[in-house]
């Protein structure tokens, strides 16, 4: 079967939002689900089909989307900061989505999802955290050498290599410094909502004890931090799917009740 063309959503800047949407049926009342990917990610990826097989199976609505400079949406990626993919996912948020909804964010769409469920609380009902990545870029600027330093201050622009995709990523200055406006740890944290961090110890992007620290800053008392022993950063190997399955389901059923 061919692949459904994307649906898209016009920015006021002349940009266009690439995203997927299906809808709930009448017998699964709650909140919808939102995908939030991760830094040169797309909605193509494993964890958002998954999702949204996921979504369909029970009956839940669901949107996943492509940030400016991602996957099918406009714009190049050297040209997105933190704060801009945060108001794409806010206007996806608040012009696609109907009623409350669980984010799922992975890796930077973990720091994007804290963003927005503190900026919307009366919209998002739960979250849950896949390796969640807020303040990343202090951590990039943390390892770059003396000379990439220099490279990144006088060129605007650094290629670094990925270990996660034959293309290299492209770290702007602007990429950095807007970071900055956008950070959360230490907390505290203004979010009230349920909170799942899913946490693989293996992770070479994103320290385990990441996890440990969303969970103290956030201000939710209903946190739980789930620490995969042997899961790496992806956690989409099938068993990991399961668990994250698992992970939502729970947290309908205590949504519901």
């Given at each position: 079967?061919?692949?459904?063309?994307p649906?898209?959503?016009d920015?006021?800047d002349?940009?266009?939002?690439?995203?997927?949407?299906?809808?709930?049926?009448?017998?699964?009342?709650?909140?919808g689900?939102?995908?939030?990917?991760?830094f040169?990610?797309?909605m193509?990826?494993?964890?958002?089909?998954?999702?949204?097989?996921?979504?369909?199976?029970?009956?839940r609505?669901?949107?996943?989307?492509?940030?400016?400079?991602?996957?099918?949406?406009?714009?190049?990626?050297?040209?997105?900061?933190?704060?801009?993919?945060?108001?794409?996912?806010l206007?996806?948020?608040?012009?696609?989505?109907?009623?409350?909804?669980?984010?799922?964010?992975?890796?930077?769409?973990?720091?994007?999802?804290?963003?927005a469920?503190?900026?919307?609380?009366?919209?998002v009902?739960?979250?849950?955290?896949?390796?969640?990545a807020?303040?990343?870029?202090q951590?990039?600027?943390?390892?770059?050498?003396?000379?990439?330093?220099?490279?990144?201050?006088?060129?605007?622009?650094?290629?670094m290599?990925?270990?996660?995709?034959?293309?290299?990523?492209?770290?702007?200055?602007?990429?950095?410094?807007?970071?900055k406006?956008?950070?959360?740890?230490?907390?505290?944290?203004?979010?009230d909502?349920?909170?799942?961090?899913?946490q693989?110890?293996?992770?070479?992007a994103?320290?385990?004890q990441?996890?440990l620290?969303?969970s103290?800053?956030?201000?939710?008392d209903?946190?739980?931090?789930?620490?995969?022993?042997?899961?790496?950063?992806?956690?989409?190997?099938?068993?990991?799917l399961?668990?994250l399955?698992d992970?939502?389901?729970?947290?309908?059923?205590?949504?519901?009740?």
């Amino acid at each position: 079967m061919t692949a459904p063309d994307p649906q898209f959503l016009d920015r006021s800047d002349g940009h266009r939002i690439a995203y997927h949407r299906s809808s709930a049926s009448k017998e699964t009342p709650g909140p919808g689900l939102m995908f939030l990917g991760g830094f040169m990610s797309d909605m193509t990826g494993t964890k958002a089909m998954a999702l949204e097989a996921y979504a369909q199976a029970q009956g839940r609505a669901f949107v996943r989307f492509d940030y400016l400079g991602h996957g099918q949406s406009s714009g190049a990626f050297e040209d997105g900061t933190i704060g801009r993919w945060l108001d794409d996912a806010l206007v996806v948020l608040d012009q696609v989505t109907l009623g409350p909804q669980v984010l799922v964010g992975s890796s930077m769409g973990g720091w994007i999802s804290l963003l927005a469920a503190r900026a919307r609380p009366e919209r998002v009902a739960g979250l849950v955290g896949i390796a969640a990545a807020p303040d990343f870029t202090q951590s990039m600027w943390d390892g770059f050498t003396p000379a990439q330093r220099e490279a990144l201050r006088s060129a605007g622009r650094l290629e670094m290599p990925s270990e996660y995709s034959d293309e290299p990523y492209i770290i702007t200055r602007d990429l950095i410094e807007d970071g900055k406006n956008h950070f959360l740890l230490p907390g505290p944290l203004a979010i009230d909502c349920p909170v799942r961090l899913l946490q693989g110890q293996q992770d070479a992007a994103v320290p385990w004890q990441t996890a440990l620290k969303i969970s103290d800053a956030v201000t939710s008392d209903d946190v739980a931090v789930t620490l995969v022993k042997s899961g790496d950063h992806r956690l989409s190997e099938p068993h990991d799917l399961a668990r994250l399955n698992d992970t939502l389901t729970r947290l309908f059923q205590e949504l519901a009740s």
